[in-house]
């Protein structure tokens, strides 16, 4: 069920990829075929990539919950899993029989191997009613390796365990496209989380301790215990970290005894600013009594502070994991982080206080991507995952580079981008492309046709009513007036150079003519292919149509040359101009206003050479402008930029658009009503 600009092209993959005889595998990592034939299709051959399998007649009808599929399933191996893979024994550490990390050893393959094709999976802009990205991905990915004979990899963001606990569930996909076992996928891991929380409370720990050191000692005797004499030798020495902060001051000297009592204090005194504090500390469970609290009223201390405790996710911590490219480039970005400003106005950083390094050693597991797999065997790397607002929404570049250097030159590698494409995808595009230099080769927009109505005007869904009926009986009207909001995001990856497949995942209750009127308006907008898929009823046989017109897209591309791809805007233009630039480009927006501490803001960044990041606006993700209220696509509207902020170790500045909440709260009935174990066999019951 394919409507395609690659017609021809997707027609000679459809009768390729389904020969008994596969010729398409890579020669590092040749895959086996099989001639399984899958009970939801014509009679047919299939390929398979070495070590994935296809459910076949384990698929059932009702589909059964997410968890029940995920248990039912005996996940392979995962030293099978790596080995399929083309990965290493001496680089894999196992945390059990079911996932492992992978440490960097494979990024030093050889260098001229020429890497796989690149697909990012995005969306419209989120609705209650969902559209699957992760769902999809997972699909997608198992199409291509169970079904299409491709050595694939999927790349995703590991979930917080807050909304596990919370109101929205895990995120290892759904139905017969999940990643498994699903309640390690969404529980502990293998404990990034815990080291970025670690990491995160510890700086934040640093900063409060100097600050009442500071507070209390005079400059003299603040050198004295920051340098103390060795008992034995009653020499001074500077610890290795310190040379960065003498450096930062311009100061050359190697003995601390050659300091001048300004050169000292200089050194000594960082005299925060209280009130420019950029940090906060963090845990991974959303607790809404967290968000405003005072500290430091101990005996001991008597320096109260108002401050508030934020969701891991949300630290910058996540964010340069997400980001860097090696231990070398954490360790740089750890360092880099600005905490606070110093009463002169200058950046105070993790280098500054002295715990960067530290900062490295307990985040030197957590930067190895961690390995999973699919309900049909394809290789999954679970690695990050950083707010979609204040951060850029994306799993880490490490990931991808490795995904790419295992899949070889004819293999996939799909990754997803948080929320809609106005946000995720742009950030994708923008952000972690400039950092990583990959160039994707095609973008999946997933879609609904339930969410689409609610774009195009629906009734509101109320949580614990039955749907409204305008979103489960035949509406063409509403499905084309909602597929504006599709076709400006169609537009919006069009202009960064990608071709575009539009994934419509399918619900029971989608009619043909519905079905019909996004295919022809996707087409309309510039859309490469659009696509019915129904890989939640039926795994990766629902995306072999999505497979084939993402190998068209992506050989399309490779042919046309990777320079068709560009930026939204660069770096070296004024912050202002950046920000106008995805107001009117991406979100529509007539123009932009800047509140007077955006305004200050801005003046500041420049003056202190930030000037030349990349943009992450934090807005809401439920519409293309900066008002949640707006569904489908908003005209006429300004969008209002109330304050901008820096993660200088992360590498951009995130202008605020409204209020961003960093620590979720529970709601009413939250979904760990569900959660239990039996205490017979272990297994975990209820997890969503």
């Not at 106005?422 to 400039?434: H, L, N, V």
């Not at 919006?492 to 619900?507: H, L, M, P, R």
């Not at 909440?661 to 975990?684: C, N, Q, Y």
């Amino acid at each position: 069920m394919i409507f395609s600009r690659c017609a021809t092209a997707t027609a000679k993959l459809v009768s390729r990829s389904r020969s008994p005889r596969c010729s398409h595998g890579t020669k590092r990592f040749p895959h086996s075929t099989s001639s399984l034939t899958h009970p939801h299709l014509p009679s047919r051959s299939y390929c398979i990539m070495k070590g994935a399998r296809q459910l076949g007649a384990a698929l059932k009808v009702p589909v059964p919950s997410d968890i029940d599929i995920a248990q039912s399933v005996d996940p392979l191996p995962i030293k099978d899993i790596a080995s399929n893979a083309g990965i290493l024994e001496s680089e894999i550490e196992y945390y059990g029989r079911n996932k492992a990390k992978v440490d960097l050893s494979p990024l030093q393959r050889p260098k001229d191997s020429p890497d796989g094709y690149y697909v990012v999976v995005t969306g419209i802009n989120p609705t209650p009613l969902g559209e699957g990205k992760s769902t999809t991905t997972v699909g997608l990915a198992q199409a291509l390796g169970a079904h299409l004979g491709r050595t694939t990899f999927a790349c995703l963001r590991q979930p917080s365990q807050g909304p596990t606990f919370g109101i929205k569930g895990g995120a290892a996909g759904g139905g017969y496209s999940q990643v498994i076992p699903m309640e390690e996928f969404n529980l502990h891991l293998t404990g990034d989380l815990h080291a970025i929380t670690a990491a995160n409370n510890l700086l934040v720990a640093a900063l409060d301790a100097r600050i009442l050191h500071e507070s209390t000692q005079k400059d003299e005797a603040l050198f004295d215990r920051l340098c103390p004499k060795d008992a034995k030798t009653g020499k001074r020495t500077f610890a290795p970290i310190m040379f960065r902060r003498l450096k930062k001051l311009g100061i050359t000297k190697t003995d601390p005894e050659e300091l001048t009592p300004e050169e000292r204090k200089a050194f000594a005194r960082l005299d925060i600013d209280t009130n420019t504090i950029q940090f906060n500390r963090v845990m991974d469970t959303n607790d809404r009594f967290l968000r405003k609290m005072t500290i430091g009223q101990g005996d001991q201390e008597k320096l109260p502070r108002t401050t508030q405790v934020d969701i891991t996710v949300s630290s910058e911590i996540m964010a340069i994991l997400a980001l860097t490219t090696s231990l070398a480039d954490m360790r740089e970005r750890l360092g880099r982080m600005v905490v606070a400003y110093s009463k002169a106005g200058t950046p105070v950083t993790a280098d500054d206080l002295g715990v960067a390094g530290a900062l490295t050693v307990l985040m030197k597991d957590a930067i190895k991507p961690n390995l999973m797999q699919t309900l049909e065997g394809t290789p999954v790397f679970v690695h990050a995952g950083p707010f979609a607002n204040i951060a850029h929404g994306n799993s880490s570049i490490l990931a991808d580079y490795m995904a790419l250097k295992l899949a070889g030159e004819d293999g996939f590698v799909v990754t997803e981008a948080g929320f809609g494409a106005d946000i995720g995808a742009e950030k994708f595009f923008d952000i972690k492309c400039r950092y990583s230099g990959l160039r994707p080769n095609c973008a999946v927009i997933v879609v609904t046709i339930r969410a689409l109505k609610m774009h195009g005007g629906g009734p509101d869904v109320i949580v614990g009513q039955p749907l409204p009926k305008a979103y489960i009986e035949e509406s063409v009207d509403l499905t084309a007036k909602g597929c504006g909001n599709l076709q400006v995001h169609i537009r919006n990856c069009k202009k960064f150079g990608v071709n575009v497949i539009v994934a419509i995942n399918k619900f029971t209750t989608d009619t043909e003519a519905e079905v019909e009127v996004v295919r022809k308006l996707a087409m309309e907008a510039g859309a490469d292919s659009a696509v019915l898929c129904e890989h939640w009823a039926k795994g990766g046989a629902g995306a072999v149509d999505l497979g084939n017109a993402v190998i068209a897209a992506c050989e399309a591309n490779r042919k046309a040359g990777l320079d068709a791809f560009k930026f939204l805007y660069e770096l070296d233009i004024p912050i202002k101009d950046k920000i106008a630039a995805i107001c009117k480009n991406i979100y529509g927006a007539d123009g932009v206003t800047f509140s007077p501490e955006a305004e200050h803001k801005i003046e500041m960044f420049t003056n202190l050479g930030f000037d030349k990041l990349p943009i992450c606006m934090a807005k809401t993700h439920l519409s293309l402008s900066h008002d949640p209220k707006l569904p489908g696509v908003p005209t006429g509207f300004t969008v209002p930029i109330r304050d901008v902020k820096a993660s200088i170790g992360a590498g951009f500045l995130y202008p605020l658009l409204g209020s961003i909440m960093t620590m979720p709260g529970l709601p009413t009935r939250p979904v760990f009503f569900d959660i239990d174990i039996d205490l017979e066999s272990g297994k975990i019951l209820g997890l969503s």
